[in-house]
């Protein structure tokens, strides 16, 4: 996925906000034995932290534009270029999209859509808005567990959503862990009503980014 830079309007001027992604690597650091393993993973498979970091970067990048081109009904990308390893994870990850797809009936809203919050001053891009029953927002992932800020995640961009379609709020929100090893996938949702404490933890994020930024 490309970089985005986002602005804001606030206080009559146009400035640079940081994105939901970069206000949570300063100011959220809930999923560090996560980050732990992983880093013990690269090592036992003679990765530099680096080397490990760009590769799942890249996977990840590659399953979203994947399943972006799907939701939109275009053609998918190449992947004949890529290492073997890296192009069956990407290929494992999106047969456990079609897997979840297959059991939802959804219209899509949607996809890859970027917003800026003049009030809070962030900006985000989502991964998917989409209506079953209820209009809903998704966020998909290729780690291999749930962590708590995935949560604290979505609930920024729900924030983002909702300010600007004041009279159409997102009323569910929903997490799809997409295995790279098995094609399993793990579902998380939560009703819009329950999501006060991941808002409230982005926005103790939102104040520490701005803090750092200051102690600097």
């Not at 190449?78 to 979840?100: K, V, Y």
């Amino acid at each position: 996925m490309a970089y985005t830079r986002y602005y804001a309007d606030i206080d009559g001027r146009r400035q640079r906000v940081p994105s939901v992604t970069s206000i949570m690597s300063k100011g959220l650091a809930w999923n560090k034995d996560g980050l732990l393993w992983w880093a013990n993973q690269a090592g036992l498979e003679g990765l530099t932290l680096d080397d490990a970091r760009k590769k799942a970067t890249d996977v990840g990048s590659i399953v979203h534009s994947m399943l972006e081109a799907d939701v939109r009904g275009l053609p998918q990308p190449d992947l004949g270029a890529l290492p073997e390893d890296m192009r069956t994870q990407c290929n494992t990850s999106f047969e456990a999209w079609t897997r979840w797809k297959d059991r939802y009936q959804f219209t899509v809203i949607a996809a890859e859509h970027s917003l800026v919050s003049n009030e809070w001053g962030f900006g985000g891009t989502f991964d998917l808005a989409f209506m079953d029953k209820r209009r809903s927002l998704l966020d998909f992932k290729t780690s291999k567990a749930y962590y708590p800020d995935m949560a604290v995640q979505i609930a920024a961009y729900g924030r983002l959503w909702d300010e600007h379609n004041p009279d159409e709020r997102i009323q569910d929100y929903h997490v799809l862990i997409l295995s790279k090893q098995d094609a399993s996938f793990t579902h998380r949702s939560w009703p819009a009503e329950s999501m006060g404490p991941a808002w409230a933890a982005f926005v103790a994020a939102r104040q520490l980014y701005d803090l750092e930024k200051k102690l600097k």
